[in-house]
């Protein structure tokens, strides 16, 4: 830091008084600071791609007046019901809901590794088009589909919607189940390659039949 020296006239007999030093104050300017701040915020909000939400279609049964010799007839074999319960615990058996026979009944857990994992059992239950989407990851690994997300995605929902024998789900919640429950059986439809399953109530003979399975 530099010093000013002055020195003072004399007097009294023309002594001199002693040099006194004299500080000069420092002074930052910040505006280029504040400019730079906000060139920086403008450059890395504009150069950020902001993430996208992600959405799943879900299928509703609707609640109408409708016959059933007008409603669309699926295979039993290919109907499975999904009941989940307190305790983390899913309920699921074949075919239709008939309150004259009860089904049979298995249980199965969230577990990816266990030997009821229903993740295991989806999978398998629905290895038709499972099958049939690996065979599209293997044409993309061969180049004979454009590596590209959107075509992927366009050549699987393909395979998944046209294969009419493929698995159809139907998710029963019950009152004691957990939301996340829910959505990791969801998530189970879109990893499993589910390409039909809904959302529906639990009937009273389905109520009766959970109480029993517990």
Not at 142 to 157: M, N, Q, T, Y
Request: glycine share 4%; net charge neutral; charged share 30%.
């Amino acid at each position: 830091m530099s010093e000013v020296q002055q020195q003072e006239g004399s007097d009294r007999g023309g002594k001199h008084k002693k040099v006194r030093a004299k500080k000069s104050s420092t002074h930052v300017d910040m505006t280029p600071m504040v400019d730079l701040a906000f060139l920086l915020l403008t450059f890395f909000i504009m150069t950020t791609t902001f993430s996208k939400p992600k959405t799943m279609d879900i299928t509703m049964p609707v609640k109408d007046n409708v016959e059933d010799k007008d409603r669309t007839k699926v295979p039993a074999s290919q109907t499975m019901s999904v009941i989940l319960t307190a305790d983390n615990k899913v309920i699921w058996y074949f075919g239709q809901e008939d309150p004259a026979q009860p089904p049979v009944t298995s249980m199965a857990t969230f577990s990816q590794t266990g030997e009821n994992s229903i993740h295991k059992i989806i999978l398998e239950k629905n290895a038709l088009v499972n099958n049939q989407v690996k065979a599209v990851e293997d044409s993309v690994k061969r180049g004979l589909i454009e590596d590209k997300e959107d075509v992927i995605k366009a050549h699987k929902s393909a395979v998944k919607n046209a294969e009419k024998k493929g698995l159809i789900v139907l998710i029963k919640p019950d009152e004691t189940s957990k939301y996340n429950n829910l959505v990791d059986i969801l998530d189970e439809m879109f990893v499993c390659n589910v390409a039909r399953y809904a959302i529906v109530d639990l009937s009273e003979s389905e109520k009766e039949l959970v109480k029993n399975t517990k």
